[in-house]
């Protein structure tokens, strides 16, 4: 590929091309390249109910626990390579083509079309890029809210979409349909690690399928091993750019693993020395959306961390603070699920927590799971790093092959 000039002022062309490609693009009406159609089914549950979404296209099951709607009867019918639009949240960038499903059938509320006038392919990777986000922003105007858009329908078709040659436009979504298998290659094997991994925690720390010969088992309850301190009456308003290390409840759900050895926020906030982490440290959130959100915990490898929001530290010297976060996610979630109490807001109390019976290897064999588990943690990250880097190099490339 070549870096080129993306305009002269009068010609169109990407910033970066395939050599052997030097053509200008030119532009053709949006309305010229598509075809709505409204293929309705007949009965109920005729065909996989699929929903489309910013980041794609899915079944409804994927994004949601029931049907929207008392009947699917009149639903429109799609099938590979139909453009889908949603009039509410184009704007927002909720425009796909399928390119996942055979078939299917969406709300009524989308609109759906035949793409006839260049490459589906290559249609269905620049939807996906900024360059597209732009124009169909391009085609909506102020609502009856501030986050809502309504679509000009008649601007959206009118507007000119730049296209290369038909031989390009192969190029370019073979090349990105490539990158796209490649990605997604790599999302299965990540996934497939942490099964693996989940899997291994398991089993490693069962007294009954550990294969690990020579280990010796205690059982005791969690109050026996430990104490609990509840974390510093700090919240988001406390993060700073510079200053302690910080780590607030909501990010054992967003940020950190079973086991935690840098920290991404900061504070320039005061606590006292009891909030601050010692090595082994164990922090699990007192609250949570679900009771199966709520059964997480994650081990501090750092000292001087303050420790924040709403969790409990739990500190103890019979169960490496490691091996105590794998239990408590893996082996003993569901155990903590079930003693979470509330609806809207799930809670639950550290008295609770000191009654969990947990039973733990000697120290010998800690340190050999451990050992296990860290490579296998080590593996994982460097495999997302990968899959980081594949997504970051497919979204900088959108930016420059298409106008």
Known sequence: MANVSSSNGLE?????????????????????????????????????????????????????????????????????????????????????????????????????????????????????SDAAKHFFYNA??????????????????????????????????SFLSFLTQRIDAQQKYVATLKKYKRGAVRCLLSAKSCPLRNARWTTAKMGELGSFVKGAPLSKADISE?????????????????????????????VDETFLSRVGDVVIPTSGETPEEISTASCVMLPNVILAGDLYIFRGDKV????????????????????????????IQASELCKLTLTYPDKSTQNTIIGFLSSLDDRIMNEENALAFLSDLKEGLLQQLFI
Request: hydrophobic share 35%.
């Open 12 to 128: 169109k062309r990407p910033k970066l091309r395939f050599p052997g490609f030097d053509e200008p693009w030119h532009g053709k009406p949006f309305g010229d390249l598509i075809q709505e159609y409204s293929d309705r089914t007949q009965t109920e549950d005729e065909d996989t109910l699929l929903s489309a979404a910013i980041e794609g296209m899915f079944l409804n099951s994927e994004l949601f626990g029931h049907q929207r709607g008392a009947s699917n009867k009149g639903y429109k019918k799609i099938k590979y390579g139909t453009m889908v639009l949603s009039t509410q949240n184009l704007h927002l960038g909720n425009a796909n083509v399928n390119l996942r499903f055979k078939n299917g059938m969406v709300s009524p509320a989308y609109k759906t079309y035949d793409i006839t006038g260049c490459s589906i392919e290559l249609l269905a990777h620049w939807i996906k």
């Open 320 to 347: 490496d603070g490691r091996i105590m976060s794998y239990l408590l996610n893996h082996v003993v979630n569901a155990k903590i699920a079930r003693i979470a109490q509330g609806k809207s807001v799930v809670h």
């Open 140 to 173: 909506t105007t102020v609502g009856a809210s501030m986050c809502r858009r309504n679509v000009e329908w008649k601007t959206l078709y009118e507007q000119p979409l730049f296209l290369p040659s038909t031989d390009e436009q192969d190029k370019i979504a």
């Open 242 to 270: 510079d200053g302690t290390p910080f780590i607030l409840y909501g990010e054992l759900y967003t940020t950190y693993n079973e086991v935690v050895t840098s920290v991404k926020r900061r504070t320039q906030a005061q």
